[in-house]
């Protein structure tokens, strides 16, 4: 299957700093990529859906100012903590699909974020 | 509202036994239907899909699952389960009848813990 890389696949920072998380698809065009965040032995929340070059669609209770999405182009997109808590360490996932709803998502590996 | 629900939270099999990892649905127009994989501290590795077609859908390692549209299901199977097997099962749906924006996502179901023991 397509190959979904995320960088870093773990992070360690200070409270109130911003971390940068980057999810590329290796071999396709990502129309849309999702952001998830997963909690020890849950399930995968989503968090947002960005397609290439628009504004990222936020689910409820997500804050857009704190969690900032670039797609930037069809292989790259970013989520950025900013100010960042340590409510806010959890496991971050993405996923990119391709052009049609039928295609599967592939999912990058993940990372940790701890904020202490 | 589009949902699925994996009801137990862990399954325990013998190695060579066969295994069933269970799945139901709910959506408001045809599914596509999905199970992925995830190994500790991993992204989520997609195993196999349904979206039209023949009912029962053959996957990655061995692993296949059966659509059964009375019934809302979409259990996952394997015959002769590995211990290498062990690991967190999560089904998926997607609602043919969305596409865009979140709508156009998958609806995770709580996952399986699936244990196989030597």
Redesign the interface.
Known sequence: ?AV?S?HPSWVICKSGTSVKIECRSLDFQAT?M?WYRQFPK???M?M??S?EGSKA?Y?QGVEKDKFLINHASLTLSTLTVTSAHPEDSS?Y?C?A?GQT??D???????T?LTVL | AQSVAQPEDQVNVAEGNPLTVKCTYSVSGNPYLFWYVQYPNRGLQFLLKYITGDNLVKGSYGFEAEFNKSQTSFHLKKPSALVSDSALYFCAVRDSGSYGGSQGNLIFGKGTKLSVKP
Do not use: Y
Request: proline fraction near 4%; avoid cysteine; glycine fraction near 10%.
């Open positions: 299957g979904v995320q849309t999702f849950q399930s995968l989503l947002a859906t397609n669609t689910e496991f996932i996923s699909r709803i039928v599967e998502q592939f999912f990058g590996p993940g940790r």
